[in-house]
């Protein structure tokens, strides 16, 4: 099979592309704004510096495609709120040249990362993918128009596609680089380098945190089954924040000391997901605990 990977020199998509090297024929296409050539040197991979915003691009890189992983983002909620065009540009509109070029290539799916974001404000929990989203950023209102893209293109143009909602999601290869970084990534960065690290609040805030290699055999399942639609990809299990730092300290065997600072605007206090239709639909499971995946995150370099 051919399979293109759009963010494939990214944090999720390199996992991806990865998963598929030697296996299948993969082309990585990535324009490098937050994603790293070094993520995808170890393995067997096409590289296309590009952007998902490129239509011609896209449409000559599809030919011959069998399906397309599109995790080609501008992935963080405080860059929507500063910029809401760049993310519309790229999230939206790249998505939408995602669909129009797979469409016209003949590529028989689409498989997209979609965010928990979507669900917004709305306290009820577990989320489900039957309650009404309600997006409080332009980052999620940017996932979410590009979930409703999928299901239009599947019944217009008969395009297969499914959205999968990535919760909380950790690894190796996440980039600690920024304050909007993912918090294991920030945790293991500076307790590896023995400093401390800060909890935003008291650290009773929860979150669903689901190890890459659980959201890489999401994606595969998604593609390789007869299904479509949206799914919740998590652990569908609960951590608060405290827990998490003591853990990321046990995982490298090393206490640093923590510091707690105000509560971060705009953060939601808790995060659960339901998975059940995960579990039943697209037959797949989380295999990796919290811990074992701190574990495996911690002896990345
Ligand atoms: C995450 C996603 C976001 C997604 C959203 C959906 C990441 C990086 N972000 O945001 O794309 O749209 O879920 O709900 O995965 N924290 C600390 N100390 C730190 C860093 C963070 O205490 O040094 C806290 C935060 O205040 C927050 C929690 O850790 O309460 C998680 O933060 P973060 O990893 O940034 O993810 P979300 O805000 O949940």
Not at 10 to 27: D, Q
């Amino acid at each position: 099979m051919r399979y293109v990977v759009t963010g494939g020199a990214g944090f999720i998509g390199s996992h991806i592309a990865e998963a598929l090297a030697g296996e299948h024929e993969v082309v990585v296409v990535d324009d490098l704004s937050t994603g790293h050539r070094e993520n995808i040197q170890d393995f067997d991979v096409e590289f296309v510096e590009g952007s998902v915003t490129d239509l011609p691009l896209l449409q000559e890189i599809f030919t011959g495609a069998d399906g397309v992983f599109h995790q080609a983002a501008i992935a963080s909620v405080p860059k929507s709120v500063d910029d809401p065009l760049a993310t519309h540009a790229v999230n939206e509109t790249g998505t939408l040249d995602v669909l129009l070029a797979a469409r016209d290539a003949g590529v028989k799916k689409v498989v997209f990362a979609s965010s928990s974001a979507v669900y917004g404000e709305e306290p009820t929990l577990p989320k489900h993918e039957g309650m009404l989203p309600a997006p409080v950023s332009p980052y999620a209102i940017s996932k979410l128009t590009g979930e409703h893209y999928e299901a239009v293109f599947s019944k217009l143009f008969g395009l297969k596609t499914v959205a999968l909602r990535y919760f909380n999601v950790f690894g190796p290869r996440q980039d600690p680089s920024s304050q909007y970084s993912g918090v294991i990534s920030i945790f293991t960065d500076r307790v590896r380098a023995g400093e401390a690290i800060t909890i935003h609040g008291d650290g009773g805030q929860t979150r669903d945190f689901v190890y890459v290699a659980d959201v890489v055999r999401a994606n595969l399942l998604a593609m390789e089954r007869d299904v479509t639609g949206v799914f919740n990809i998590a652990r569908g299990q609960q951590t608060d924040l405290n827990t998490l730092a003591r853990g990321v300290m046990e995982a490298a065997g090393r206490e640093v000391p923590v510091e707690y600072g105000p509560v971060r605007q705009g953060d939601v206090r808790h995060s659960l997901a339901d998975i059940t239709r995960a579990r039943e639909v697209l037959g797949w499971a989380p295999e990796w605990t919290l811990v074992d995946g701190l574990v495996e995150t911690m002896g990345w370099d």
